[in-house]
């Protein structure tokens, strides 16, 4: 079996109910078929506590493969494919009302990391019944950017991140449960699965 992690996070500014941790317990309610062994966490909105839990993940667990699920509350009914991290320019608070020091994930980190995942071609392959899904190479420099950035940086580029919209009438967590579902299985015949 191969091992695959996933990560929505916690309550971010007003969103008690945050869709991507909604979608991720979807999703492992799901399943990635039987070669899969799917595992699941809940990421803190907060810099270090995400970090160190990243670092964790990559030493003690070394997945196949980890997929990061976030909030975009800028987007009303978008799933959005993000192809690489930044390293610089943090100066967005955390739910503790902390940002990282000099704005940057990593001192000795590259400027940018590519997910070992083409997401263009993914996009290109994929349609999802119920919702549109766009591909992106800006995941906006907050909580999200970092903790890809990390996880990529850690995990020598074979991490992946998708930005989910906020839960709606029409955007249900089973929608994006079985969004993800379809995504995340094709992600996984690219890493030869």
């Not at 909604?22 to 966490?41: F, H, P, T, W, Y």
Request: hydrophobic share 40%; aromatic share 10%; with cysteine.
């Amino acid at each position: 079996k191969h091992l695959s992690f996933f990560s929505g996070f916690g309550p971010f500014r007003q969103y008690l109910v945050n869709s991507s941790w909604e979608a991720v317990k979807e999703l492992s309610k799901r399943g990635l078929g039987e070669n899969i062994d799917l595992r699941v966490m809940q990421l803190p909105a907060v810099y270090q506590k995400a970090k160190e839990q990243i670092f964790k993940i990559w030493t003690t667990l070394q997945p196949l493969l980890t997929v990061h699920v976030g909030l975009a509350s800028s987007a009303k009914a978008l799933i959005i494919l993000e192809q690489c991290g930044k390293n610089k320019g943090y100066q967005e608070m955390d739910v503790c009302g902390f940002h990282p020091e000099g704005g940057c994930c990593m001192l000795d980190g590259p400027e940018k990391i590519e997910s070992t995942i083409n997401m263009k071609t993914l996009w290109k392959n994929i349609s999802v019944e119920g919702i549109d899904i766009i591909f992106s190479r800006d995941a906006g420099r907050c909580i999200c950017d970092y903790t890809y950035y990390t996880s990529l940086y850690y995990g020598n580029g074979r991490a992946a991140f998708i930005h989910v919209p906020p839960l709606s009438s029409s955007v249900t967590a089973e929608l994006l449960g079985k969004a993800l579902q379809t995504i995340i299985l094709e992600m996984l015949k690219q890493c030869g699965n």
